[in-house]
């Protein structure tokens, strides 16, 4: 499903009127001036899956920001580029087809910041799981005296000397589907709770802090996600895997001006290519 038709930038000249209307004030920075008219681009028009790729600095990050900030996306942090950035994404203008459910930002460190709290939880389970070993173990081996008072003493005790150590341990542990997590399957879990229907998403590199694999099938959720709950994606990334995303409509930001390419077309990838074509006789043997 596409929302957004299209985005337009500010040119050169547009630019210049800015910063001179404005010359009287003092800002602390003119980010993002310059940046994208260097390459001329004025204009982009979106697909259900739309990539923006190219090398550090290329300003592809600056896109996500500027078209984040004019759509008033949702973000778990907000950013503060300044106020001739927001000056900047006044004069921006955009065209909408439909009214998506929502727009939502999500960027690496939000996926690094759920992983943290993730690890921060099985660090919590693991320190309980020790403790409640120790208490198996002293619950198994002691004899206590019947007693009502001591009823839930004693119910530990019947517990422990019927019962392995492990089923007693799951049982009394509240987390302990957490902790069976990777990094890779708790990223991905992210990405799956992150996403719903009807909705718009601009994504910032989505695939750090995932393996090859999970990156697989990110791309597969991603696909999914566009083609049967009508999401549009606006992507920035390096990764091979997303770049050849079915039918994403990719744009190099490395070429000025900036043009859309096949993903096999890119430098990058013609560089991993390269790399892998030199060393195929290693994956003979």
């Avoid at 081996?141 to 007693?147: D, I, P, R, T």
């Avoid at 999401?231 to 490395?254: E, G, K, N, R, V």
Wanted: aromatic fraction near 14%; proline fraction near 2%.
């Amino acid at each position: 499903m596409i929302y957004l038709k299209e985005f337009k930038f500010l040119d050169a000249k547009r630019e210049n009127d800015l910063f001179e209307m404005e010359t009287r004030k003092i800002y602390n920075s003119y980010y993002p001036v310059g940046i994208l008219s260097f390459k001329d681009l004025e204009r982009v028009k979106f697909s259900n899956i739309t990539i923006f790729c190219g090398g550090n600095g290329c300003g592809k990050s600056t896109v996500l920001n500027i078209i984040a900030e004019k759509l008033n996306a949702m973000r778990k942090s907000r950013i503060d580029k300044g106020d001739f950035f927001n000056l900047y994404v006044r004069y921006c203008d955009y065209d909408m087809f439909n009214e998506p459910y929502e727009i939502k930002v999500i960027t690496s460190d939000d996926v690094f910041d759920y992983m943290l709290d993730v690890r921060s939880i099985n660090m919590h389970v693991n320190r309980r799981k020790d403790s409640l070993s120790r208490e198996y173990i002293e619950n198994k081996y002691s004899h206590k005296n019947s007693s009502i008072s001591q009823y839930n003493e004693l119910k530990d005790s019947y517990e422990a000397k019927t019962k392995s150590m492990s089923h007693y341990v799951r049982q009394r542990l509240v987390n302990n589907n957490i902790i069976e997590h990777s990094n890779g399957e708790s990223a991905l879990e992210f990405w799956e709770k992150e996403i719903d229907e009807n909705s718009i998403y601009i994504l910032d590199e989505p695939e750090n802090s995932l393996s090859a694999e999970n990156q697989l099938k990110l791309r597969q959720f991603i696909e999914d996600s566009a083609r049967f709950y009508n999401c549009q994606f606006i992507i920035s990334t390096h990764s091979p895997f997303l770049l050849s995303l079915t039918d994403a409509l990719i744009y190099d930001l490395d070429s000025v001006p900036v043009v859309t390419k096949k993903w096999t077309e890119l430098n990058s990838i013609q560089t991993y290519k390269k790399f892998f074509d030199e060393h195929s006789n290693e994956f003979e043997k």
